[in-house]
Each structure stands twice: as C-alpha cells, then as structure tokens.
C-alpha cells in the first residue's frame, strides 16, 4: 500500500496570537522562534511511502532533500540526489521516471 503523508507547519498570526495567550497551549511554543518566522507562511512536507507485509516494513519513495544538511547543500548547489544516502533513518528508497515516464524506477544511492 502507498499513502502520503503531509505534515504542515504554517504561522498564522491569529492563531499564534491566542495559542501564545493560553498557558496551557503556551507551554509547547517557543515564542522567540515563531517570532522570527512570522510573516513567512509556512511548509507542507509531503512523503510518499510504501508499506509492506515484509521487510523492509516502510520504504520512503520521495526524492527531494530532508535534512537540514541536505537542504542547504542543494541551496548551495550541490547535487542531488546526492553519490551517498546520509540519513538511511527515513528508510529512502527514491524512484525517479523511467525512460519515457511511463512509469517509476526505484534505484538505490
């Protein structure tokens, strides 16, 4: 079975606004963070993946960077995918078209 996952991260003053006023919403913020990335809208992270009956049990099928070290090494320019997989923790198994496109190819780092 293949599902999506999208987990969004969005700064919407209003909303912040009376989270930040309420102690007991308040306690899971860190108001000197958001302070600094208000007024930029947000991030929707979407991964799609592959669960299975065997093992490999789960297999992240997105080919884009994760990390932070990623991200600011594609920023930088360099390659990607990249010659080696630095974060084997979030189960990559990337897939890109075919010749073609008719279809996906997995492909190993």
Known sequence: MVVTIEPGCYFIDPLLDAALA?????????????AKLRG?????LEDD?????????????????????????????????PAQ?????????WSKPAEGGAFMKLFDL
Request: hydrophobic share 40%; charged share 25%; net charge negative.
């Open 22 to 34: 309420n102690p007991e919403q308040a306690c899971f913020f860190c108001a000197d963070r958001i």
């Open 40 to 44: 930029t809208g947000g991030v929707r």
């Open 49 to 81: 993946v592959r669960l299975r009956s065997e093992a490999p049990f789960v297999e992240n099928l997105t080919l884009c960077p994760r990390t932070v070290a990623e991200v600011e090494a594609v920023l930088a320019g360099g390659e990607w995918p």
């Open 85 to 93: 997989d630095l974060a084997p923790e979030l189960h990559r198994c």
